[in-house]
């Protein structure tokens, strides 16, 4: 068994997937999972990795899921970048997609 944070990480990412899953069916149960899963991060001072981050909105904190509660728009002018539209709180943000 892993002690510390190499075990509350993998508790998060576990229960992020499965938040993930949720989501399609109850929103509600997936909000709850994903405040588990940034109150244990928080507790252990865990910093989300960006894949996990972008999973949350930057300005009301929701879970957010792509084609669910969120919003994806790839903008290929004058960089590439996604764009972002958070449906809970309206807010959107850019993401600017590597090479
Ligand atoms: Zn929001």
């Known amino acids: ?6 075990a509350a990480s993998q508790r998060i990412d576990a229960i992020l997937e499965e938040a993930l899953k949720t989501a399609s069916t109850n929103m509600e149960l997936a909000q709850k999972q994903a405040r588990l899963a ?9 910093k989300l990795p960006y894949q996990r981050k972008q999973l949350f909105c930057h300005k009301c904190k929701r879970f957010i ?24 709180c309206g ?4 993401r600017i997609l590597e090479k």
């Open 65 to 88: 899921v792509p084609g669910i509660n969120a919003r994806i728009r790839l903008t290929r002018s004058p960089i590439r970048a996604l764009r972002i539209t958070c449906l809970e």
């Open 91 to 94: 807010y959107v943000y850019r």
């Open 1 to 6: 068994m892993l002690k510390g944070k190499a």
């Open 38 to 46: 940034r109150r244990i991060a928080m507790k252990h001072t865990i």
